[in-house]
């Protein structure tokens, strides 16, 4: 028999803040965590020289600047100077909030980081944190200083790069023995890795993990890529779902998430935030950047969630959606969620949706860790974001479209929603849903 499996920290870092609270009570509070990429510290030195690639119109959705403080007495806690010669900073915003996340779950000794291993035991503590891109500042300076040059690589130099070393760095960081894993799936990274530790944790191999993604890829070579592929606003407002989205603002971020099954959160009085309860997956098998126009993939990721978990469609209340703001992904989206979840449904209970990309925009690999953060608070705390610059609708041509509810203006409160989905989709076609469950204490 499968085991329970339940919420108990939670940790991010985002454009709105760099804490959990800040970052979630700025999203509740409508600011916009995007900035123009020209009041970049370091825009006149990279960027403006390649302004016919990266035009200077567009924002990006940037960590707070002294997030990095390296006087601060948390830094200095987690990093030494080895640290600092050896890992990059993907991986350090990994180490940070997964600190923040053990530290929300009760589990760290006092004014320390270590774990108290009298609440768990570490050689079944699993750690699964991935990353879409890994650190493309060190890949690009070293591949320069190599060519143009002749200067020999640092030996710090693949550890550094490779996608799962953020698992790695903090597996060792705190002492966790259980499996280390990452998986890289583009921007359903984050949710991936959420769901890969659920079913750890449900087959018996793990008690307890730590799960998300950390993303910093914020870079001109990054930008002109996603710029090239025509991926980017270069108007720089994020308007998910609306009639003139015209792609996405680039972010950078990370969110963790502490999972464990029930009976371990229960032995040790652990403070249950939510549960996970379904995870679906699929492959659009269609196009390496677009989904297909009726979102077939979308909706039977949906669909597997739902089975997981032993829903009804119907059950469902508040969507959290990937909703990136690019004319395709949305429309498809939406007409995935409509297919999916609303037949059977009376218009006297909607389905609620929104986007959290419109106040930070698209944190790539780290999305759906950050937004899976965001749905678990909102249930615990019963109040749904609404997205951000959402004016006109996109219209759909769905008879059922009436029960769709999306917010915006302002949050919605007093819904009590039970259960919320959250959306995740990468390049290459993958497609991630997360269905969680309110904690109602039992």
């Excluded at 769901?195 to 018996?204: C, E, P, Q, V, Y």
């Excluded at 308007?239 to 972010?251: A, E, K, M, Y």
């Excluded at 998430?257 to 997956?281: D, F, T, W």
Aim: hydrophobic share 35%; net charge positive.
């Amino acid at each position: 028999m499968s085991r329970r499996v339940v919420i108990t920290g939670l940790g991010c870092v985002t454009p709105l803040g760099k804490s959990l609270n800040e970052s979630w009570r700025n999203l509740l509070s409508s600011k916009n965590g995007l900035i123009p990429i020209t009041s970049l510290s370091n825009y006149e030195k990279d960027y403006k020289p390649k302004e016919k690639s990266i035009p200077s119109t567009i924002t990006v959705g940037k960590i707070p600047e002294d997030f990095h403080d390296e006087n601060s007495a948390t830094y200095k806690l987690l990093f030494t100077s080895q640290d600092e010669r050896r890992t990059s900073n993907f991986i350090k915003l990994a180490v940070r909030t997964t600190y923040e996340a053990l530290h929300n779950a009760g589990l760290l000794n006092p004014n320390d980081i270590t774990i108290n291993t009298s609440l768990c035991d570490l050689d079944y503590f699993g750690c699964l944190i991935g990353s879409g891109i890994g650190s493309i500042q060190d890949i690009y300076q070293t591949s320069l200083q190599f060519h143009n040059e002749n200067k020999k690589v640092n030996p710090y130099f693949v550890p550094k790069i490779l996608t799962n070393m953020a698992a790695g760095n903090v597996s060792i960081k705190f002492n966790l023995r259980g499996l280390s894993h990452s998986v890289s799936t583009a921007c359903a990274t984050g949710n991936n890795s959420i769901g890969d530790a659920f079913n750890f944790i449900r087959l018996g191999m793990q008690d307890i993990c730590v799960a998300g993604a950390s993303e910093t890829s914020l870079h001109p070579l990054s930008l002109a890529g996603f710029i090239r592929a025509k991926s980017i606003t270069t108007n720089g407002i994020s308007r998910p779902f609306d009639t003139q989205r015209s792609g996405f603002v680039l972010g950078e971020g990370c969110g963790m998430i502490v999972m464990e099954s029930l009976q371990h959160a229960q032995k040790r009085n652990a403070n249950i935030i939510s549960e996970l309860v379904g995870y679906g997956l699929s492959s659009d098998a269609c196009h390496i950047t677009s989904p297909p126009a009726d979102g077939n993939g979308a909706k039977r990721a949906i669909e597997m969630a739902l089975k997981m978990a032993r829903l009804e469609p119907t059950d469902v209340d508040y969507v959290n959606a990937h909703a990136t703001s690019t004319l395709l992904g949305d429309k498809a989206e939406c007409l995935a969620v409509t297919s999916a979840l609303l037949p059977g449904r009376s218009k006297n209970k909607p389905l609620y949706i929104s986007s959290n990309k419109g106040a930070m925009g698209h944190l790539l690999g780290a999305a759906g860790a950050v937004e899976s953060v965001f749905t678990i608070c909102s249930l615990r705390d019963d109040k749904l974001p609404h997205t951000l610059n959402l004016n006109n609708v996109l219209p759909l041509e769905n008879k059922e479209t009436d029960k769709l509810h999306f917010i915006r203006d302002k949050p919605i409160e007093g819904a009590n929603p039970k259960y919320a989905l959250c959306n995740s989709f990468g390049f290459g076609g993958v497609n991630t849903s997360l269905l969680f469950k309110k904690w109602e204490g039992s």
